[in-house]
């Protein structure tokens, strides 16, 4: 079964960036699409992005576009997320999903693996 470990939160100032990585073990991250969910205290669940298993589709959520970068190498078994001009907005725990395809929304059950999700900090 595959699972899913996303790392590189931290803590950063308003303008600087970080790069998220989603690293799969016990199965082949390049079989499945990856999406990049967030959430903020107080908040619901929101998509940020995802891209397609070859990577060759890709979507985000206007509020990241032109500041955000999905990105997958699929011989190291993992996907990135690149995050430039971070805004104290950005602040949230964010996931990592795997599943069969593309999607803003993806449900938790037998067709999606879920990472245990990593905190990003951006102070303003």
């Known amino acids: 079964q595959v699972q899913l470990v996303e790392s590189g939160g931290g803590l950063v100032q308003a303008g600087g960036s970080l790069r998220l990585s989603c690293a799969a073990t016990g199965g082949t991250i390049g079989r499945y699409a990856v999406n990049w969910l967030r959430q903020a205290p107080g908040k619901e669940r929101e998509f940020v992005c995802s891209?397609?298993?070859?990577?060759?589709?890709?979507d985000y959520a206007d509020s990241v576009k032109g500041r955000f970068t999905i990105s997958r190498d699929n011989a190291k078994n993992t996907v990135y997320l690149q995050m430039n001009s971070l805004k104290a907005e950005d602040t949230a725990v964010y996931y990592c999903?795997?599943?069969?395809?593309?999607?803003?929304?993806?449900?938790?059950?037998?067709?999606?693996?879920w990472g245990q999700g990593t905190q990003v900090t951006v102070s303003s």
């Open positions: 999903v795997a599943g069969p395809y593309i999607t803003r929304r993806p449900a938790q059950n037998e067709d999606n693996y």
């Open positions: 891209i397609s298993w070859s990577g060759g589709i890709t």
